[in-house]
């Protein structure tokens, strides 16, 4: 295993494949109302190849949730954080 392949500290990740928007949605709400202290970004995995839907629901509904302090869109089209708080 890569270095690259570990998890990083404080980066919970989350996978919505194949879920309905309102699974996702329901999903990713409890998740951030049980999230440890510890984490500082909640990472959703979209994907994109079969469509937009649920990457449109995560970057516009939980930008305005009282928990995420912004929402990032990486390199990665697959992949949207919710950055809860910062490092510093």
Known sequence: MKKSDLPTPGILELDIHGMTKMQAKTLI????????K???????IHGY??????????????R????VLRVEVGLNPG??????????
């Open 64 to 67: 305005t949730n009282p928990k």
């Open 49 to 62: 190849h079969g469509g937009t839907e649920l990457r449109e629901m995560v970057r516009k509904d939980f």
């Open 79 to 88: 992949e949207t954080d919710l950055v809860l708080r910062e490092l510093f």
């Open 29 to 36: 709400g409890s998740r951030l109302k049980a999230i440890p």
């Open 38 to 44: 510890s984490a500082y970004r909640l990472r959703i």
